[in-house]
């Protein structure tokens, strides 16, 4: 195993140990119910009111996205029932250190502005949403396909957390002890190096 390689493998199982304890985090407020329908209500909550905050916003370089985006990844990952793995942080790094390298590149030649990682990535996490129909914006999708479409919003969501991580003011930083998305630029940026 090469050691660039071992390094994506520790950071992917860092930020899957780090969104572990983000579920954690939300799962008092996803168990405050006894019955399943209106634990199901919570949960259906928290995702409409973060994935509209989330598509709403604009870009930002001092992370006040993080808590909105990492709450509706919470609770799709919980509409869902599914968890993340290793696997899925590693796929998530990898594409975005290749996007990051590719658009850095950039075709100027053309006159394409595709935009930064951040800004594409954003724009995929954003469609999804509305197209799993947890936003106030509509949807033409039947419920199996918003489920879908919601697994893709938890993808794309993975990636523009970790673009927008990396993209985020460079002297900025957070408490030292906090695993949040200055640690997360942190995590991602020593695999630049």
Not at 31 to 41: I, K, L, V, Y
Not at 89 to 106: C, E, F, I, P, Y
Not at 146 to 168: C, D, K, P, V
Request: a neutral charge; aromatic letters at 6%; one cysteine or more.
């Amino acid at each position: 195993m090469s050691r660039a390689n071992s390094r994506t493998d520790e950071a992917a199982r860092a930020l899957n140990d780090w969104f572990a304890s983000v579920l954690r985090s939300c799962d008092p407020i996803f168990q405050m119910s006894e019955t399943s329908a209106h634990r199901d209500a919570v949960v259906h909550a928290m995702l409409t009111r973060n994935a509209k905050v989330v598509v709403d916003s604009e870009l930002d370089a001092e992370g006040r996205l993080y808590p909105a985006v990492c709450k509706a990844l919470a609770a799709a990952c919980r509409q869902l029932q599914v968890e993340t793995s290793i696997r899925h942080w590693k796929a998530a790094l990898q594409n975005v250190l290749a996007t990051s390298d590719q658009l850095s590149r950039g075709d100027e030649a053309v006159g394409l502005a595709l935009g930064s990682p951040a800004a594409v990535f954003k724009s995929l996490f954003d469609e999804a949403l509305i197209n799993a129909g947890v936003t106030d914006r509509p949807t033409i999708l039947v419920e199996e396909n918003r489920r879908a479409s919601l697994g893709l919003a938890i993808n794309w969501g993975m990636r523009f957390l970790l673009a927008y991580a990396i993209e985020l003011s460079a002297g900025r930083v957070g408490r030292r002890e906090a695993k949040d998305v200055w640690w997360i630029r942190g995590l991602v940026e020593r695999l630049r190096e």
